[in-house]
């Protein structure tokens, strides 16, 4: 390192000169050794600290002052001054050391500008373009450099640290090198400077922000491809430079390069932003954005918008606002619409801003007598009150709701242009809540008809209550909440008793559910109801009455409440009735003519296909009828048929409809038959009903019928058809001799002929006491000893028996049953109390019929025949069908409870042909059980059949019944029963059915 060669100290005299040499010697080194110290070998490029240790100048010249002082006192002291020079000298040393091993240029300039101190590193920074000596100036040292910017920007530097400044720069040499230079004066009017090369640093900054200024272009680029609106740029003389992809897209994909002239770019080229583009050359049209739009053949619109650049180019943005065109026609409409509904709305609609009117429709302004809304624009809101004091009355009050609740809803009384008073409804909202007189929209309703329509209802009340029809209101779940005094007079119920009812208190029962239903279902739908109601008074009467019920709702729609409103009709039912009976019934007998009988007809007809019977078709026709009316006159034929219509009802049933078509000739509707037999017996009733002669004034008149008889469903379900078919039937009749009947087909006539004869032979054999009784045995199984007999109807006719089977069924729907039953029952008796007589106590079962049981009293009859035998009750056992079980359980149940009562017992016949089920077996008590011959016959072979009997013995075992086995015909059947646990057992394996008289020697000789 090169330097200036260091001065010997005086040992014996010390000068002014040295001393300051000393100084500034001591003052530099001890700055830079306390740089060193701190970490020189940390290679900071950063050499602050020669600029520091220069400012600690003063501090050292301060020392050396003191050490001036001491000087005076120390001049003997050689030793320590050599001492002092050793330590220089090696600071020096260190000093050397740490700039040559700095890679960093180092300088320091003395007062005059002269190098004094450099490191060899300064030469190598500046590549051999500066060589620097000490002892050289820096104007020599950059002699010849003048013309470069490099040493001029270094030269300014330089002279800023001689003007007392610190200075740094990064200075550009040639071939890419950089330097940065630090300079700062010292303290003693010195430059030190520290002088690094940062060329690798800015080699990579360049590297960074070329990498910096791509990702940049890349973001950039791709930023415009991504937005909505298409880029071009255009450079200074008109032609493209770049653009986005969405211009692309905008021009459908037309083709577009660098260099192409604006009247070259396709769709957009003659738009006169872009020809603006290419006479733009000034600033001011530069900083200008100049919009404009087309109208592309597709009917696309594009906004384009040209801006400016400094270089003179200009950046033009091309965005499709097609749909936002039709988005703004689409919200014009909507407006127009808008202003449309504005303007037609029932109500009237303003708004008001400060209490003014700003704006308003038209019904606003008719609703206030004015001719138009801008005759009121403008106007203070003062127009429509009644008075300015009523104005701010209101207002204030009104306001006030809008700031506290955001809205206010209110009606009141408001003026017309005229003066005239208007009732509103008045609603309002403000558009700023925390401002209501900044703005509020205002919507009117003229309420004055509605208020009108309240002081009606004011006066309905009173009309309600004194109205002559019976007014009833229930709430909307049909409680009745109020009624009037005309419902008081008419149904006879006070207020207080059907108030918090429902109308369910003046049911009559002549309407079904279905009717009331349907009703409901109206009334819900349509929101009212009118029609004929049989209702009840309180004192029991049924009436009718015209019943209307009307829906009260409320403003949403709910119901809240019904009105119903009726009249008594019965004066009118009446009336009605009598206009009705004259259009439907013959003015002489008061029969119902064919028109009402087409009506019957139908009716019948429903409800035969409901029930499943027949219906008899008679056609009546008087025999000979026309003989009185010739020989007497009209008037006795008048009377004549009167007569037989006296007669006719009272051989027919309630059910039936006689008919009147006209002369002699009537209809009967015979309802509810069973079969053709029904029919005939009814006819012969007519024809019987007939043979005696019928007294007209002072003459006795005999008379007869002839009738025909049609069958429905067998011959047919139509009116007409079957009036013709009956005619038929008739006039068949009247060929077979007359007085008679005849059916339509002729197997029918033979059959209901044959079933009429035996319904009048059982009469017969009922009067002639025909009837005969045979007993069949009933043995234990124990020891196949009798224990009792049950009593057999028998019937012999014509000289043959007639089987139970054909002729049991016909008594039974005649009825006959029951007389027949009587007898049977009487003859038992007798026949017990003829045994017990002989010594032979023996009990005995009769058959009692479903008829019996609920069209006689059994028990009574039971003790009566008892009674009158002189036997008791116990030895009669009542036998009863399981189906008979099942047709009144309730009824059935009572008559076996009573015949225990006194005595008798009770067994279930024919087990297991019906449906009975063990519940119903508890609950009738019934002694013995007996097991249907069906099923004993089968056991042989039926598994079944063995399984149902053996179910039967146990269930009767389980109730505590003795189970009796019917129809034992083999010892095979026996052995079976036996096994099953069966008790009794009857049968003709123990014995057939046999005449009273062969009972008694089996009694004395009973079967093995």
């Avoid at 000490?134 to 040292?141: I, K, P, S, V």
């Avoid at 960074?208 to 940049?216: I, M, S, T, V």
């Avoid at 937005?227 to 021009?251: H, K, S, T, Y």
């Avoid at 007798?830 to 028990?859: C, E, F, K, M």
Wanted: charged share 25%.
């Amino acid at each position: 390192m090169s330097q200036h060669p260091p001065a010997t100290p005086d040992r014996i005299a010390v000068t002014g000169s040295v001393q300051q040499e000393l100084a500034r010697r001591d003052k530099i080194i001890r700055v830079l050794m306390d740089r060193v110290e701190r970490g020189m070998d940390a290679q900071n490029p950063d050499y602050s600290f020669f600029e520091k240790a220069v400012v600690l100048g003063e501090q050292v010249e301060q020392r050396t002052t003191e050490l001036a002082r001491a000087l005076d006192t120390l001049r003997g002291l050689n030793a320590a001054l050599d001492h002092e020079r050793r330590v220089s000298e090696a600071a020096r040393a260190r000093l050397s050391a740490a700039l040559r091993s700095s890679s960093d240029g180092f300088a320091l300039f003395d007062e005059d500008d002269a190098l004094i101190l450099r490191n060899p590193v300064l030469q190598q920074v500046f590549a051999d373009m500066v060589h620097p000596e000490l002892g050289q100036t820096f104007a020599e040292m950059i002699e010849g450099l003048a013309n470069s910017p490099w040493a001029q920007r270094w030269q300014a530097l330089h002279q800023a640290a001689r003007a007392g400044r610190a200075a740094s720069d990064e200075i550009e040499l040639p071939a890419d090198r950089w330097l940065r230079i630090s300079e700062q004066p010292t303290p003693d009017g010195g430059i030190v400077g520290t002088y690094t090369d940062i060329s690798d640093i800015k080699a990579r900054e360049s590297l960074r922000r070329e990498r910096e200024q791509a990702a940049q272009a890349l973001l950039l680029q791709t930023t415009l491809d991504n937005l909505e609106q298409g880029v071009l740029v255009l450079d200074a003389g008109g032609r493209v430079a770049a653009w986005n992809r969405r211009l692309e897209e905008i021009l459908d994909h037309a083709p577009v390069h660098i260099g192409m002239t604006c009247e070259q770019l396709p769709h957009i080229g003659s738009a006169p932003c872009i020809r603006h583009s290419k006479q733009c050359d000034t600033s001011e049209c530069c900083d200008a954005a100049v919009p404009c739009e087309l109208v592309l053949p597709d009917a696309r619109f594009l906004n384009l918008r040209s801006v400016g650049l400094p270089d003179g180019g200009r950046v033009i943005t091309v965005s499709d606002i097609t749909d936002k065109r039709r988005q703004e026609a689409r919200i014009q409409g909507l407006l127009d619409e808008m202003r449309l509904i504005f303007e037609n709305a029932h109500v009237g609609i303003a708004h008001v801003r400060g209490r003014e009117i700003i704006n308003c429709n038209s019904r606003f302004a008719a609703m206030f007598g004015w001719d138009s809304a801008s005759e009121l624009i403008g106007q203070r809101t003062a127009v429509i009150y009644e008075g300015e004091d009523d104005w701010r009355e209101q207002g204030a009050t009104i306001y006030q709701d809008l700031l506290e609740h955001g809205f206010s809803d209110r009606t009141g009384w408001h003026r017309r242009r005229d003066g005239s008073p208007i009732w509103c409804h008045r609603v309002g909202r403000p558009l700023h809540a925390d401002d209501p007189h900044a703005g509020s929209i205002w919507v009117f309703a003229d309420l004055t008809e509605r208020r009108e329509h309240q002081q009606k209802l004011l006066l309905a009340q009173k009309v309600f209550e004194h109205c002559a029809e019976a007014l009833l209101v229930t709430d909307d779940k049909g409680i009745i909440v109020d009624v009037n005094a005309a419902f008081t007079r008419i149904s006879g119920f006070r207020p207080e008793e059907v108030i918090g009812q429902t109308p369910r208190v003046l049911k009559s029962g002549r309407h079904d559910d279905d009717f009331y239903a349907d009703m409901w279902k109206r009334l819900i739908q349509f929101g009212h109801w009118s029609g004929e109601v049989w209702d009840r008074r309180k004192n029991g009467q049924v009436y009718p009455k015209w019943l209307s019920i009307a829906a009260v709702f409320d403003e949403q729609g709910k119901i809240t409440n019904f009105v119903a409103a009726f009249e008594d009709v019965t004066a009118r039912k009446q009336a009605e009735e009598r206009i009705q009976a004259l259009a439907e019934h013959d003015h002489l007998t008061g029969l119902p003519n064919r028109l009402l009988l087409r009506d019957r007809f139908t009716h019948a007809l429903e409800k035969r296909k409901r029930t499943g019977r027949a219906m008899g078709f008679m056609f009546l026709d008087l025999d000979h009828f026309k003989r009185i009316n010739d020989s007497l006159g009209h008037q006795a034929g008048d009377q004549l048929l009167v007569a037989v219509v006296k007669r006719l009802r009272q051989v027919l049933r309630e059910a039936d409809t006689i008919s009147r078509l006209g002369g002699d000739e009537f209809v009967i509707l015979v309802n509810e038959i069973d079969e053709p037999g029904d029919a005939a017996r009814i006819a012969d009733k007519i024809i019987d009903a007939l043979k005696t002669p019928v007294r007209i004034g002072d003459r006795s008149l005999t008379t007869s019928a002839s009738i025909g008889i049609a069958m429905v469903p067998m011959d047919g379900s139509d009116f007409d058809t079957l009036l013709q078919r009956a005619d038929t039937a008739m006039y068949r009749a009247k060929e077979q001799g007359r007085g008679a009947y005849a059916f339509f087909r002729q197997e029918m006539n033979e059959a209901a002929t044959q079933r009429l004869e035996m319904v009048n032979a059982l009469h017969r054999a009922l009067a002639e006491n025909a009837f005969t009784l045979a007993y069949q045995p009933v043995a234990r199984v124990a020891d196949q000893r009798f224990s009792s007999v049950e009593a057999l109807l028998r019937w012999q006719h014509g000289g043959q028996a007639i089987s139970p089977a054909e002729f049991i069924p016909v008594a039974e729907e005649t009825g006959l049953v029951v007389p027949i039953g009587e007898w049977v029952m009487a003859e038992a008796c007798q026949q017990a109390r003829r045994w017990r007589d002989a010594g032979h106590p023996l009990r005995i079962a009769v058959n009692v019929s479903g008829l019996q049981i609920y069209r006689t009293d059994i028990v009574d009859l039971l003790m009566r025949c008892t009674r009158d035998a002189g036997i008791g009750t116990d030895v009669i056992t009542i036998e009863l069908t399981e189906s008979i079980l099942m047709q009144d359980s309730n009824t059935v149940r009572e008559i076996i409870a009573d015949l225990k009562h006194i005595g008798s017992s009770v067994a279930i016949d024919d087990f297991g042909t019906g449906y009975s089920s063990l519940s119903y077996l508890s609950r009738f008590k019934a002694d013995k059980l007996k097991i249907d011959r069906s099923f004993i016959a089968k056991v042989e072979t039926s598994e079944e059949d063995r399984a149902i009997v053996r179910m039967v013995a146990d269930i009767s075992r389980v109730l505590g019944m003795r189970c009796v086995a019917e129809g034992v015909e083999n010892a095979l059947q026996f052995d079976f029963v036996a096994r099953c646990g069966c008790d009794l057992v009857q049968g003709f394996h123990i014995s057939p059915p046999r005449r009273a008289s062969e009972v008694l020697p089996l009694l004395a000789h009973p079967p093995d």
